[in-house]
């Protein structure tokens, strides 16, 4: 089977958080708020992350059951995830990003507050060739901004709290890659195969800058394991999210042929909508890509949130 070979172009090899080991993104749920308008954007790197605490679960709510003549049992509603995240203290680009806020219209950043649910983070762990070992995700995270930068030694950090109220974590092993896309037509960023009023059938591997010449993945790997969705039919079988407009799409708006790679709506997305999708492919299907996205290599799709602003 291929490897998958990260070009980390614009992280160092002496940072902790984005070198020699771990690669971090940040996938936005939906677009990047402009005050009034919506800037299109799709994914970037973290930069500036000093740390990245472990990623902690906990149980909702549990609670032992007893009953007589059966053993104890305990239940829960689900389970909380909570990690802290370290970045340079006089970076604004990383909490902008996470908020979804675009800086050079609205440079204000509102602190002490929950900001909710706002994007997936995606965890690219690499070994000393580059080669994709694991990938770590967790989907549907909310961002807490409650600590302005202070400083000590002369270092400024800013902490930002991420979480997910039962969400979802997942690792994805041997070299299997978590890939994510977008479809959406703009001026700027055109694409014929985005909702237009009339496509009903989207390919994967035609989404905005996903690969030089469109081409979907040869195999994707089915999600209803025995640890993560047992018995799970129909989209979410095969996506980790997807989305239309930041709306999750249901089993009865759109199926999925895993043979052909397309996607298929009973009515056609409105033209301008934005779909985005999050999906993981197997490693035999991979091949050499270049950041960890689902595009060509050498393209400018996956970069820092700076650029955008």
């Known amino acids: ?58 149980p909702i709510n549990e609670r032992d059951h007893y009953e007589m003549g059966f053993l104890n049992s305990s239940t829960n509603d689900g389970t909380d995830y909570a990690t802290t995240m370290e970045i340079e203290g006089n970076s604004r680009a990383v909490p902008a990003w996470l908020i979804g806020q675009h800086l050079t219209t609205d440079p204000i950043i509102g602190f002490g507050q929950d900001y909710g649910i706002k994007g997936a983070l995606i965890l690219y ?47 994805v092993a ?12 703009t001026v700027t960023d055109p694409n014929s195969d985005a909702p237009d009023a009339a496509n009903l059938t989207f390919t994967l591997g035609h989404g905005n800058r996903s690969y030089a010449t469109a081409a979907p993945p040869t195999t994707l790997v089915e999600l209803d394991t025995i640890g993560f969705r047992p018995g799970v039919t129909g989209l979410y079988k095969y996506f980790l999210k997807l989305k239309l407009d930041g709306v999750d799409v249901s089993d ?3 199926t999925f042929n895993p043979t052909t790679k397309v996607l298929t709506f009973g009515v056609a997305p409105a033209a301008g ?32 949130p700076a650029a955008f602003m």
């Open 1 to 58: 089977m291929a490897d998958t070979t990260l070009q980390r172009t614009r992280s160092s090899n002496d940072n902790v958080a984005l070198g020699k080991k771990k690669l971090g993104v940040w996938v936005l749920y939906g677009a990047l708020y402009t005050n009034t308008t919506y800037k299109y954007v799709y994914g970037a790197l973290l930069p500036d992350v000093q740390t990245l605490a472990p990623i902690a679960g906990s």
């Open 125 to 171: 762990n690499v070994d000393d060739n580059n080669k994709l070992i694991v990938c770590d995700v967790l989907l549907d995270v909310g961002v807490k901004l409650n600590q302005l930068p202070g400083g000590n030694d002369g270092e400024n950090n800013m902490s930002i709290d991420l979480y997910s109220k039962d969400g979802e974590s997942l690792s």
């Open 174 to 185: 041997l070299g299997h890659k978590v890939s994510f896309e977008f479809f959406i037509d």
């Open 252 to 254: 009865t708006e759109a």
């Open 273 to 304: 909508a934005m779909l985005e999708m999050i999906y993981v492919v197997d490693k035999a299907g991979v091949g050499v890509l270049g950041e960890p996205a689902h595009h060509w290599a050498g393209s400018s799709f996956l970069t820092t």
